[in-house]
C-alpha cells in the first residue's frame, strides 16, 4: 500500500512581506507551513495564528539564515512537525544599498552570507529532506537583470547568483522530479522599499509597485502539479520595470 505523501511546506524568511504572503497562499492550498524568521517572533507569531484561524495548521522557527546549523535544525523541526517537504521556498533575503566608494565589508559579508551562502545551503538541506516530485523556489530579484537603482550593486549581483545557482541545481535535482525555479520580483511593497517607495512608484512602467500577494500567486502555481516540466527557470515579475 502507497503511504500517502507529505504535503508539507517550509518557508525561509515567512514572517514579513512576500514570504509571509507565500506562507499564507500556501497555507489555503492545503500545505501545512513552517516558517522561519530572525528578530521578530512577533510578525511570525501573527502570520501562524492567521493561517491557524483559516484552519491551516502552521509553525514558526527562529533561523537564522547566515547559520548553518540553524537552516539544518530549521529542516529537521519542520519534517518532525509535518513530515518530509514538498514545497520549499528561500524567501530571506536582506537588502542595503551604497556608493561604491563607502561599501563597508561588513555589509558585504552580510549579504552575501544571508543572500548567497544562506540560500544555498537552504536548498540543499530542504532537497535532502524532500519528497520525490517535490518543488523548490527561490526568491531572486529583477536587479540579476534590470540595473536602475544605484548603490544596488552588491545586492544585483547576490540575486544574480542564485539565478544561476538555480538553473545549475536543476540539474542535480531532475532525477528526483524536484522542480527548483527562481522568482525574480521588481518593487514590491514591503518593509525593504518603505524608503523608496515615491522614487519606484515613479519609474515603474504601471505607476505603482507590487503587492506581496500577486508574487505569491506565482509561488503557488510553481508549488502545483501543474508547473511539473518547469525547472531551472528565473521568472521576471516587475510590472515592466526598466531602466
Ligand atoms: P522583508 O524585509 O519585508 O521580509 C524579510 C523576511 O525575511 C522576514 O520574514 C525576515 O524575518 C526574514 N529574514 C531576513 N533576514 C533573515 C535571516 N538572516 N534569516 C532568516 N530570515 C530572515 O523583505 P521582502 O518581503 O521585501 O523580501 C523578501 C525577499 O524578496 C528577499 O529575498 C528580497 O531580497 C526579495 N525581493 C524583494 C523585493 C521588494 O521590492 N520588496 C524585490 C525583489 C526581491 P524577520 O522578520 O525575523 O526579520
Known sequence: IAQPISNAALVFGGSRGI??????????????VALTYVSRPDNAAEVV??????????????????????????VEQAVAHFGPL??????????????????????????????????????????AAMNEGGRLITIGSNTAVRAGV??????????AAVATLVRE????LAPRRITINNIQPGPIETDITTDFIDYLVQRNPM???????????????????????????????DGGWVI
Open 19 to 32: 514570504g509571509a504572503a507565500i506562507a499564507r497562499r500556501l497555507a489555503r492550498e492545503g500545505h501545512p
Open 49 to 74: 495564528a492567521a493561517i491557524q484561524a483559516g484552519g491551516g495548521q502552521a509553525i514558526a522557527i527562529q533561523a537564522d539564515s547566515a547559520d548553518a546549523e540553524a537552516i539544518a535544525a530549521a
Open 86 to 127: 514538498q514545497v520549499a521556498v528561500v524567501n530571506a533575503g536582506i537588502y542595503d544599498s551604497s556608493p561604491l566608494a563607502d561599501f563597508r565589508t561588513e555589509v558585504l559579508d552580510r549579504m552575501l552570507a544571508v543572500n548567497v551562502r544562506g540560500v544555498f545551503l537552504a536548498l540543499q538541506s530542504a532537497a
Open 150 to 159: 544605484v548603490g544596488s550593486s552588491v545586492y544585483a549581483m547576490t540575486k
Open 169 to 172: 541545481l536543476a540539474l542535480d
Open 207 to 237: 505607476g505603482r509597485v507590487g503587492q506581496p500577494d500577486e508574487v505569491a500567486g506565482l509561488a503557488a502555481w510553481l508549488a502545483s502539479r501543474e508547473a511539473s516540466y518547469m525547472t531551472g527557470s528565473s521568472l521576471t515579475i
